[in-house]
């Protein structure tokens, strides 16, 4: 018969105890770890619900601006007035024309047609000629610019006459030659041209 001493339970009963705590413990451990860990785990993950703002699809501007559909700012379009010769012997038309520019950071749409061009020459202070006056069948035409791409507008002959919006059916006479100077400008609806160009005729 085995002796046992007063007050101690067997050592069976101390050995489950132990397990259960060393459980209990393992267990508290656990629950800590997947609280800590469990918020991060997810943060590469796009769960359905998710707030959109966190992976924003680009803009309406982004995307108008990608592909040209936002007007441009007049400006941003330089204007240059353009002569294809600087002095012009009797008998010589001079053909003028135009270039244009998106001077922004990217494409945009802008109106470069006939209705919203306009050619002015001045002599001095005085304006001699526009394409206004007599202008036919002027048509609007919808551009989309590409930032720094230049674009030149047809050239058309001046006939070296003044312009009246009477006397566009009527013999105008020419205008002084002799080497006498002449500048052209140029404007697109609210665009205009920062100079103009001047060329002699003779």
Do not use: H
Request: proline share 8%; charged share 20%; aromatic share 4%.
């Amino acid at each position: 018969m085995t002796s046992q001493q007063p007050g101690r339970l067997p050592a069976s009963v101390y050995r489950r105890r132990r397990l259960v705590v060393g459980l209990g413990v393992l267990a508290v451990v656990v629950v800590i770890v997947l609280l800590i860990v469990r918020p991060g785990a997810g943060a590469g993950e796009n769960p359905k619900g998710a707030d959109a703002s966190k992976s924003p699809d680009p803009s309406a501007s982004e995307t108008a601006k990608s592909d040209g559909s936002t007007p441009c700012d007049p400006a941003a379009i330089q204007l240059t007035p353009v002569t294809d010769k600087e002095s012009y012997q009797p008998g010589e038309t001079p053909m003028i024309s135009m270039t244009i520019k998106n001077a922004g950071a990217a494409a945009c749409t802008f109106d470069v047609g006939t209705a919203a061009q306009l050619y002015a020459i001045v002599s001095g202070s005085d304006p001699i000629w526009n394409s206004r006056d007599c202008q036919s069948d002027p048509q609007p035409l919808e551009q989309v610019l590409e930032p720094g791409i230049e674009l030149t507008t047809t050239p058309f002959a001046w006939d070296r006459t003044r312009s009246s919006a009477d006397t566009c059916e009527a013999d105008r006479p020419q205008v002084t030659a002799g080497g006498a100077t002449y500048r052209l400008s140029v404007s697109l609806g609210e665009a205009t041209s920062a100079s103009d160009v001047a060329f002699l005729l003779f």
